[in-house]
C-alpha cells in the first residue's frame, strides 16, 4: 500500500493597478497570503514598482506541475487575450481579494 499523499492546492492569478494599465501573473502555494504580499507590498520588485493592488483574476489547480504551465501559458499570451480571459470571470475588473477571503473563511 502506497503512502497517501495530501492534496495541496496552487492557484495562478492576475492582479492589475487602479488603472488596469499593468497585468502582473503570478503563481502560488500558498494562496491568498501571496497576493496579500503583493498588495501590501512586502517585496519589492514589479507589483511594488507599479502599484499593482487588485487581485481581477485567479484559477485553483491540484497539481503543481500544471499551475505552473498554466502561469506559462497566460504569460506568453497577448494583452488581448489576457483581458479576453479576465473578462469571461469578471467582466467589471472587481477586485476579487475580498470575495475570496470570505469564500474561504
Do not use: C
Not at 512586502?42 to 507599479?50: D, M
Not at 500544471?66 to 506568453?76: G, M, T, V
Amino acid at each position: 500500500m502506497g503512502m497517501k499523499r495530501d492534496r495541496h492546492i496552487y492557484h495562478v492569478y492576475i492582479l492589475t493597478n487602479q488603472h488596469h494599465t499593468v497585468l502582473y501573473i503570478g503563481m502560488t502555494g500558498k494562496g491568498l497570503f501571496r497576493v496579500k504580499e503583493h498588495i501590501d507590498k512586502v517585496n519589492p520588485g514589479f507589483t511594488e514598482k507599479y502599484n499593482v493592488n487588485k487581485l481581477i483574476y485567479m484559477e485553483r489547480f491540484t497539481e503543481v506541475t500544471d499551475a505552473i504551465a498554466r502561469e506559462k501559458q497566460l504569460k506568453r499570451w497577448s494583452r488581448k487575450k489576457k483581458e479576453w480571459l479576465i473578462g469571461k470571470k469578471n467582466p467589471k475588473w472587481e477586485d476579487l481579494f475580498l470575495k475570496y477571503i470570505k469564500n474561504n473563511e
